[in-house]
């Protein structure tokens, strides 16, 4: 069944309502579609639009997702509203595992199990997918609408302008209270005219007390925030599909703070609420272990309805989604971003890793997707979120190559064990009382933003690329797979065939032998036939002049018995006569006796009565 995409008309996008998304996903093949401010929302499909992949507008499309401001920026990153899925790309289709390290309690491990590999991902070139408008993008649209401040917007901004003022009556430290106050006041114009200022207060740090509303500010996150609030607590009413795995990743989140300790407790509760309403709120990405870390750093700072608000503009306006969905596209790219900036900065380490066989994926897939929050001691996790929410997320590749200088001896002197362990457990000790540091080494590099396009381009190219060669390799397995299966039905047959060969064989070699000794049998019976003809022959021979012989004395003798019979039937003609003679005599007799009985009864009364 061919895909039908929805393309909607920028110039309507923010009018979109769940109600024309609705209309729109079940009945795909309609033009427009009316929505509940009976206002006329237009879309075209797929084979309306004209897919253009020259050089500059891919760098328009990938400028919008690369923020890491190095000198005097023109914007920040919180008026970039473009999402993911704005630029052009190939995603592929499958992917082949999750990234899981053994070696460690926490594991990267999506909804949907995605590769994530040093170099480019393997994707499927045959499929080129055209940027559209996803479901979760029009859902996010509804909440973003307005890009003036919102009643919440300022009454934060108040808010936080009168904790500076309480904060600046009681701190004894020398701070540009009035910078902070003009941050407030208006964030946008204070990073694009006073940027090297403001990156020397953020080297300073943010005051604790303020930084979750900072946070707030930063991201606008309170623009709009009461459709995102209501959404938040409507799904809180619904069943997640993936409760199981969320509750049983809880007490891994920051197991040594007091308010993610306790099972039960007001944080678990809390880490579970914004996780699980996320998880419905964007069904693509589902549930992610790393979303447990961020979320858990935001707890920390703010309500689980701000976290939530908060979350999602990490998640659109930040970019970090693509680290989250299925494939993790965002990952894959920043990670290879991250190896070929290693080898331009650190390449004696990046040699050195090379050679030991380790890859970015054994060790900084965590920092990205965690945004440090990971094993990484708090302060120094607070301090790389200020600068991701004033700077972008792509400020995370700056902390990352921060911590290999910072730790270069220590990993040219370990090999591969070791530099896994190293990794994993004590990368972060050289900043463990010095995030100031930490930041300032972080802008230390200086890494233009056309630099990172030109990576991420060439991370698309080298992508499609090993996505055709994968392609290709897949196709061979696949061919390989059927081949071997036909070879093994083949031998399976041909092990049958030999085994009928050798029962028919062995049928042909008793058959011969049978006929072998039918045939000696048929050579004696035709001996013993010619022998019994010939002795037959004998005997009729012998038999004819003897039956000729006895047939003459037979006949002789059935002559004179003829005679015989004649004369013995004349006798017994006579015998008969004289036999009747004799019966009709008796006869006689026996009447005259009868007579002469009567005769003397009757004397004898005559002489009785004298």
């Given at each position: 069944?061919?895909?039908?995409?929805?393309?909607?008309?920028?110039?309507?996008?923010?009018?979109?309502?769940?109600?024309?998304?609705?209309?729109?996903?079940?009945?795909?093949?309609?033009?427009?579609?009316?929505?509940?401010?009976?206002?006329?929302v237009?879309?075209?499909?797929?084979?309306e639009?004209?897919?253009d992949?020259?050089?500059?507008?891919?760098?328009?499309?990938?400028?919008?997702?690369?923020?890491?401001?190095?000198?005097?920026?023109?914007?920040?990153?919180?008026?970039?509203?473009?999402?993911?899925?704005?630029?052009?790309?190939?995603?592929?289709?499958?992917?082949?595992?999750?990234?899981?390290?053994?070696?460690?309690?926490?594991?990267?491990?999506?909804?949907?199990?995605?590769?994530?590999?040093?170099?480019?991902?393997?994707?499927?070139?045959?499929k080129?997918?055209?940027?559209?408008?996803?479901?979760?993008?029009?859902?996010?649209?509804?909440?973003?609408?307005?890009?003036?401040?919102?009643?919440?917007?300022?009454?934060?901004?108040?808010e936080?302008?009168?904790?500076?003022?309480?904060?600046?009556?009681?701190?004894?430290?020398?701070?540009?209270w009035?910078?902070?106050?003009s941050?407030?006041?208006?964030?946008?114009?204070?990073?694009?005219?006073?940027?090297?200022?403001?990156?020397?207060?953020?080297?300073?740090?943010?005051?604790?007390?303020?930084?979750?509303?900072?946070?707030?500010?930063?991201?606008?996150?309170?623009?709009?925030?009461?459709?995102?609030?209501?959404?938040?607590?409507?799904?809180?009413?619904?069943?997640?599909?993936?409760?199981?795995?969320?509750?049983?990743?809880?007490?891994?989140?920051?197991?040594?703070?007091?308010?993610?300790?306790?099972?039960?407790g007001?944080?678990?509760?809390?880490?579970?609420?914004?996780?699980?309403?996320?998880?419905?709120?964007d069904?693509?990405?589902?549930?992610?272990?790393?979303?447990?870390?961020?979320?858990?750093?935001?707890?920390?700072?703010?309500?689980?309805?701000?976290?939530?608000?908060?979350?999602?503009?990490?998640?659109?306006?930040?970019?970090?989604?693509?680290?989250?969905?299925?494939?993790?596209?965002?990952?894959?790219?920043?990670?290879?971003?991250?190896?070929?900036?290693?080898?331009?900065?650190?390449?004696?380490?990046?040699?050195?890793?090379?050679?030991?066989g380790?890859?970015p994926?054994?060790?900084?897939?965590?920092?990205?997707?965690?945004?440090?929050?990971y094993?990484?001691?708090?302060?120094?996790?607070?301090?790389?979120?200020?600068?991701?929410?004033?700077?972008?997320?792509?400020?995370?590749?700056?902390?990352?190559?921060?911590?290999?200088?910072?730790?270069?001896?220590?990993?040219?002197?370990?090999e591969?064990?070791?530099?896994?362990?190293?990794?994993?457990?004590?990368?972060?000790?050289?900043?463990?009382?010095?995030?100031?540091?930490?930041?300032?080494?972080?802008?230390?590099?200086?890494?233009?933003?056309?630099?990172?396009?030109?990576?991420?381009?060439?991370?698309?190219?080298?992508?499609?690329?090993?996505?055709?060669?994968?392609?290709m390799?897949?196709s061979?397995?696949?061919?390989?797979?059927?081949?071997?299966?036909?070879?093994?039905?083949?031998?399976?047959?041909?092990?049958?065939?030999?085994?009928?060969?050798?029962?028919?064989?062995?049928?042909?070699?008793?058959?011969k032998?049978?006929?072998?000794?039918?045939?000696?049998?048929?050579?004696?019976?035709?001996?013993?036939?010619?022998?019994?003809?010939?002795?037959?022959?004998?005997?009729?021979?012998?038999m004819n002049?003897?039956?000729?012989?006895?047939?003459?004395?037979?006949?002789?003798?059935?002559?004179?018995?003829?005679?015989?019979?004649?004369?013995?039937?004349?006798?017994?003609?006579?015998v008969?006569?004289?036999?009747?003679?004799?019966?009709?005599?008796?006869?006689?007799?026996?009447?005259?006796?009868?007579?002469?009985?009567?005769?003397?009864?009757?004397?004898?009364?005559?002489?009785?009565?004298?």
């Amino acid at each position: 069944m061919t895909e039908h995409h929805v393309h909607v008309e920028p110039s309507v996008i923010n009018d979109y309502d769940l109600d024309v998304v609705d209309e729109a996903l079940l009945h795909p093949e309609k033009s427009e579609y009316i929505d509940h401010f009976g206002f006329t929302v237009q879309v075209k499909s797929d084979n309306e639009y004209d897919v253009d992949t020259s050089d500059s507008e891919y760098e328009d499309a990938s400028s919008n997702g690369n923020n890491i401001k190095n000198g005097t920026s023109s914007s920040s990153p919180v008026n970039d509203e473009v999402q993911d899925g704005d630029s052009p790309s190939v995603l592929p289709d499958s992917c082949e595992s999750s990234i899981i390290n053994s070696n460690e309690d926490w594991q990267l491990v999506s909804n949907n199990p995605a590769a994530v590999k040093s170099g480019p991902t393997a994707t499927d070139t045959s499929k080129v997918v055209v940027p559209t408008t996803s479901y979760y993008d029009l859902l996010l649209s509804k909440c973003t609408r307005s890009s003036h401040d919102s009643e919440k917007q300022v009454q934060l901004k108040q808010e936080t302008s009168h904790n500076l003022e309480l904060l600046k009556e009681r701190s004894s430290e020398e701070t540009d209270w009035e910078f902070w106050s003009s941050v407030i006041s208006d964030f946008d114009r204070v990073h694009r005219t006073e940027h090297g200022k403001f990156r020397k207060l953020l080297a300073v740090g943010i005051p604790p007390s303020l930084r979750g509303m900072l946070w707030q500010l930063f991201s606008s996150s309170k623009v709009n925030s009461d459709i995102i609030e209501n959404e938040y607590r409507e799904l809180l009413n619904n069943t997640s599909p993936h409760e199981k795995l969320i509750r049983r990743d809880l007490s891994r989140t920051f197991p040594s703070l007091d308010y993610f300790k306790e099972p039960g407790g007001e944080g678990q509760e809390m880490l579970f609420n914004v996780i699980k309403a996320y998880s419905l709120f964007d069904k693509q990405v589902g549930y992610c272990q790393g979303l447990h870390f961020m979320v858990g750093v935001l707890l920390l700072h703010m309500p689980d309805e701000a976290a939530f608000c908060v979350l999602i503009k990490l998640m659109s306006q930040y970019h970090l989604r693509g680290q989250f969905t299925p494939q993790m596209e965002t990952l894959h790219e920043r990670l290879f971003q991250y190896n070929q900036l290693l080898l331009t900065f650190l390449p004696q380490v990046h040699r050195h890793l090379d050679a030991q066989g380790v890859l970015p994926t054994m060790y900084a897939s965590q920092w990205f997707m965690t945004l440090f929050a990971y094993r990484c001691p708090l302060e120094l996790v607070y301090r790389v979120f200020d600068l991701v929410f004033v700077e972008g997320s792509d400020i995370i590749i700056n902390f990352a190559l921060a911590l290999m200088k910072k730790n270069q001896q220590m990993i040219l002197s370990l090999e591969f064990e070791s530099l896994l362990e190293f990794f994993s457990a004590n990368i972060f000790n050289a900043y463990k009382d010095n995030a100031y540091q930490f930041v300032q080494d972080a802008y230390s590099f200086d890494i233009p933003t056309k630099s990172l396009q030109k990576l991420s381009k060439q991370y698309t190219l080298e992508a499609a690329k090993e996505a055709k060669i994968q392609s290709m390799e897949d196709s061979i397995k696949r061919e390989n797979i059927e081949l071997t299966e036909q070879i093994k039905k083949l031998k399976q047959s041909y092990k049958t065939l030999e085994l009928e060969h050798q029962d028919i064989a062995k049928q042909v070699i008793d058959a011969k032998m049978s006929m072998a000794v039918l045939a000696a049998e048929n050579q004696q019976l035709k001996h013993e036939l010619g022998q019994m003809r010939h002795e037959m022959i004998k005997i009729k021979t012998t038999m004819n002049d003897e039956s000729q012989h006895k047939f003459s004395e037979l006949a002789k003798t059935n002559a004179q018995l003829v005679g015989t019979n004649s004369e013995l039937q004349d006798r017994l003609s006579e015998v008969e006569g004289a036999l009747i003679d004799m019966k009709l005599k008796y006869a006689e007799s026996e009447n005259d006796y009868e007579v002469m009985k009567q005769k003397l009864h009757e004397a004898q009364k005559l002489s009785l009565f004298k």
